[in-house]
């Protein structure tokens, strides 16, 4: 079996372990705080066995070297990982595969956040972790790449199965939703959605993971295209509408 533990770290931060019970490999998503990751490890006595990195920025790899350090785990990421100051063990790119115990994660390309960003997808338990890449209602901002590109890279989020559950790396729910409502108000879901998301805040709820179905539903950004004639671009490519959504965003009070 596969187990996924999520718990809050930093500011507004998830971290994640994934533990194959049979074998006992335990990867963490990401290192945002090597000493709460490795904490949550001991509470749950699992060893990690392997770090699997989505991007470069600190607040993903920044605990790389601690973790490597104390447990002895095997890093996997994208070649930008160096950024942080030491290469992966295993440097990954779309299409690749990525082994925990019995399970197998495929490595798809979400880049746009940053160039090299990556999502690992488990087929078999109908899960993706996809970093900064997509959020609960938003997206990742594009510090590197073009509207272009992050729109390719959600497009092959949205491809996978609509009951998928996606793991994102941020609680930016309820700060989505303000913009998500002021850019999509007449939508019902959205409205339904928001209710929903506060009351889970209001209650000390994490809004993660999330199901792709209800992102296709209530995310402006995967729903940029249908929001065209509303941004006053009825012609324009889906990728464009989309960049222009995201710029919406950005300069949103
Ligand atoms: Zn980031
Ligand atoms: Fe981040």
Known sequence: MLQIHQFPCLEDNYGFLAHDTESGATATIDTPDAAEILRQADLKGWRITDVWNTHWHPDHAGGNAEIKAKTGARVTGPA??????????????????????????????????????????????????????????????????????????????????????????????????????????????????????????????????????????????LRAPLLKAAIGMPNAQDWEAFGEVRLRKDNFK
């Not at 890279?153 to 790396?169: F, G, K, M, V």
């Not at 998500?180 to 805040?201: F, G």
């Open 80 to 221: 930008e990982v160096e950024r942080i100051g030491t290469a992966p063990d295993r440097i990954v790119a779309d299409g690749d595969v990525v082994r925990l115990g019995g399970y197998e994660a495929r490595v798809v390309d979400v880049g746009g956040h940053t160039l090299g960003h990556i999502a690992y997808v488990l087929d078999t338990e109908n899960v993706g972790f996809v970093g900064d890449a997509l959020f609960a209602m938003g997206c990742g901002r594009l510090f590197e790449g073009t509207a272009e590109q992050m729109w390719a890279s959600l497009s092959r989020i949205a491809a996978l199965p609509d009951d998928a559950t996606l793991y994102c790396a941020h609680e930016y729910t309820l700060s989505n939703a303000r913009f998500a409502l002021a850019i999509d108000p007449d939508n019902a879901a959205l409205q339904a959605r928001v209710d929903y998301v506060k009351a889970l805040r209001a209650a000390g709820k994490p809004t993660v993971p999330m199901t792709l179905s209800v992102e296709k539903a209530t995310n402006p950004f």
